[in-house]
């Protein structure tokens, strides 16, 4: 979808200035320009399942999940029927057009005997031109190391963290896995772009080059590195990393220099009568670490220093793990702030076996702890922490909403995979997008977003940490400074 000319640039130099008061990011990722009308903000767990099983169905040239992991229950068998009915009306054509590639991480989908890997087994025997599967391993995960820490604690040392879901040139980006409690009552964030082509291809190229650097899933569910790529963890460690950056780099820099110069084009051409303006910007944010790729933690700490008097932000996280940094932002910033978390009983941790069972209480030990910086600092009527309660649902939605100027809708929100947290900084591969938007309608969708989740919240106090419900072990207080960068 190629920029409007002339009408898009005059849409971002109103009364707002949000062209000049964001723009800064398009020095870092590339910036695509698009119609507000054609992004829909998704609500629920089964509007989410729901359009991708409908834009499957559809699907003519490409069908691209991203995903830490697809689990392997109905609704997720389901799905993997839908791609079959589709891969097998796409060979009636006699001219198979229709790609199906997944990128799952490795350990997250080889955990027990039932996985995403045999999920996926039988599309991948049968339509063996049309099908990818990779399985992103951490480069961290090696040796002594890879033998000896069992399955599920491997998981702790990194994974394949995106969510970025495409369908020809439509894509979904959100939080949420493929697993049924993401389409029945894991509470995430979704966003629908239709009929985005640049903005899908970009996220197809991107998952694309990730895949490029993963194991390659067989028929027979043995993996192999695709020839002459460096292995993640039999290889050297610096020569993996440096070759998988310099791939999914390159897909950023070709894409950003790509868009400057359409950029500069559509400046050039005067005003014309574009019936759909281009009032809403979309950045793409990637945070590979362990590839010395940070991009997502360079625009979001920009984004939280500038935050001014004149702004307030929503910044949600389903495990609120502030990095060290972060935090002193939000401390010290000017804006107000407010922070929604999961109450321990919509913690995806909740009621879970072992020593995860105590994860839950970690997280009210750190929120605690925040809590108290907050206000020895005086600082608790512009901090305001929320806890998100909702019975028999657990809470997943990362991401934030920035109001400017007293408004009463955001202009911008950051929405994706990341969860501020140090695994999404310096572990995983995350990737979230920004939407900047001048679009009166998106605008509204946004707030109506952020404020149906602050509604199912309460506001913590000093007397939220006195109930007996929120009693921390003396060993979890001990053990949580040790492994709080591993959850």
């Not at 849409?11 to 119609?35: K, Q």
């Not at 507000?36 to 998704?42: K, Q, T």
């Not at 939407?435 to 404020?451: P, S």
Request: proline letters at 5%.
């Amino acid at each position: 979808l190629g920029p409007s000319p002339g009408r898009s640039r005059l849409c971002f130099t109103g009364a707002e200035g949000l062209h000049s008061r964001f723009h800064w990011m398009a020095d870092h990722v590339p910036a695509f320009r698009v119609p507000g009308g054609c992004i829909r903000i998704l609500h629920s767990p089964d509007e989410f399942y729901q359009a991708m099983k409908a834009r499957i169905k559809t699907a003519k040239s490409r069908v691209v999940m991203a995903s830490l992991y697809l689990g392997t229950g109905p609704l997720e068998q389901d799905l993997v029927d839908c791609m079959e009915e589709a891969l097998e009306r796409s060979q009636e054509d006699h001219a198979p057009d229709l790609k199906v590639s997944f990128l799952l991480d490795y350990t997250r989908g080889s955990r027990g005997k039932h996985n995403s890997r045999t999920m996926l087994m039988s599309l991948l025997q049968r339509f063996p031109e049309q099908m990818r599967v990779s399985l992103y391993h951490t480069p961290d995960l090696r040796g002594l190391l890879r033998l000896l820490v069992p399955e599920r604690f491997n998981e702790t040392i990194g994974v394949q963290h995106i969510k970025a879901y495409i369908f020809d040139n439509s894509l979904i980006i959100s939080g949420a896995n493929l697993s049924d409690s993401y389409f029945t009552n894991r509470q995430d964030r979704y966003v629908l772009l239709e009929d985005c082509g640049e903005v899908a291809d970009f996220f197809a190229e991107l998952v694309g080059a990730v895949g490029d650097v993963s194991l390659q899933l067989q028929p027979d569910n043995s993996v192999h590195m695709m020839e002459g790529m460096v292995h993640p963890y039999k290889g050297n460690r610096a020569d993996f990393s440096a070759s998988a950056q310099r791939r999914i780099q390159e897909v950023v820099n070709t894409a950003r220099v790509r868009q400057s110069m359409l950029e500069a084009e559509c400046s050039e051409i005067p005003d014309s009568d574009g019936t759909v303006p281009n009032d809403t910007w979309i950045f793409p944010l990637v945070q590979m670490k362990p590839l010395g790729i940070h991009l997502d933690e360079q625009v979001t700490k920009r984004l939280l220093t500038e935050a001014g008097g004149d702004s307030v932000v929503y910044l949600t996280s389903g495990y609120f793990n502030l990095t060290h940094t972060y935090m002193q932002l939000v401390l010290g910033a000017a804006a107000d702030y407010r922070i929604l978390m999961a109450s321990p009983e919509v913690n995806g941790f909740f009621g879970a076996k072992g020593v995860a069972g105590a994860i839950p209480e970690a997280y009210v030990h750190l929120a605690r702890q925040f809590y108290n910086k907050v206000c020895q600092l005086g600082q608790q009527s512009r901090v305001l922490l929320h806890e998100y309660h909702r019975p028999d649902w657990t809470f997943h939605a990362k991401g934030l909403w920035y109001y400017v100027g007293g408004r009463d809708s955001p202009c911008l929100t950051l929405i994706g995979s990341p969860n501020f947290g140090y695994r999404s900084v310096h572990r995983d591969l995350e990737a979230q997008i920004a939407i900047v938007t001048e679009n009166e309608e998106l605008q509204m969708q946004l707030q109506q977003e952020q404020e149906m989740l602050y509604q199912s919240s309460t506001q913590v106090s000093n007397s939220t940490f006195n109930q007996p419900d929120r009693r921390v072990k003396l060993w979890v207080k001990l053990v949580t400074p040790l492994i709080k960068n591993f959850f």
